[in-house]
């Protein structure tokens, strides 16, 4: 049996980071790794600082993610460790431009799809723009270094932001077989024993012990 994978996708203020730490924490010895499928990839590392600073225009940050993406998928190796994925490059740049129409960039990131490794447990956490106003809110205020520019496409481009939510969604469900969470009205400890009902994970967990 290989070390089970549980990915975490969902855009952002759907409380995917908070899930993410609290599931570690409960489960105990368990890997976790965000966006990129390996731990050492410095094509995705460019990518995302330039991303980050308004370095590129949309169609060429496009191609140097696939090309990041195209390194994830080259390198990767199924861990022996059991393994937290906190999103994927992929399925990410994939809604994202799907909804800007990038051209060329679109079927690059669609002929990937088959090559990407499939996990043993898919989710994808989701919450209405409301309480993902509220969620920033309460970011601001407490923690206002921590507001990424990702976060203020929920306020700015509301319109935007649902479309590349249901992108997201789509493709989890279509290609990952991926869960719907909504955590629009759960508290952090509801969300997480909604995934760990959900998906299974005490059985995974057992599984995982029986082996050590």
């Known amino acids: 049996m290989t070390a089970p994978v549980i990915h975490i996708e969902g855009m952002d203020l759907a409380g995917k980071t908070t899930a993410r730490n609290r599931l570690a924490k409960q489960l105990g010895g368990w890997k976790f790794r ?81 090559d990407h490794p499939r996990f043993t447990v898919s989710v994808v956490l989701t919450a209405s723009l409301e309480a993902r106003r509220q969620r920033l809110q309460m970011r601001r205020s407490r923690s206002p270094d921590e507001v990424a520019p990702d976060d203020l496409l929920v306020e700015r481009e509301p319109a935007k932001f649902i479309a590349m939510e249901r992108e997201l969604i789509g493709l989890a469900e279509c290609h990952f077989s991926a869960q719907v969470i909504d955590t629009s009205e759960m508290c952090e400890a509801e969300v997480t024993q909604r995934m760990i009902d959900c998906s299974n994970l005490n059985v995974l967990q057992s599984a995982v012990r029986s082996k050590t």
């Open 34 to 114: 965000s966006n990129k499928l390996c731990d050492n990839n410095p094509v995705f590392d460019l990518a995302d600082k330039i991303r980050r600073c308004d370095g590129l225009d949309g169609t060429s940050l496009g191609h140097l993610f696939v090309a990041a993406i195209g390194m994830d998928l080259r390198s990767y190796i199924r861990d022996n460790q059991p393994l937290i994925q906190d999103s994927t490059i992929l399925l990410r740049s994939l809604a994202y431009h799907r909804v800007n129409k990038t051209p060329g960039v679109v079927e690059a990131l669609e002929r990937m799809l088959p």
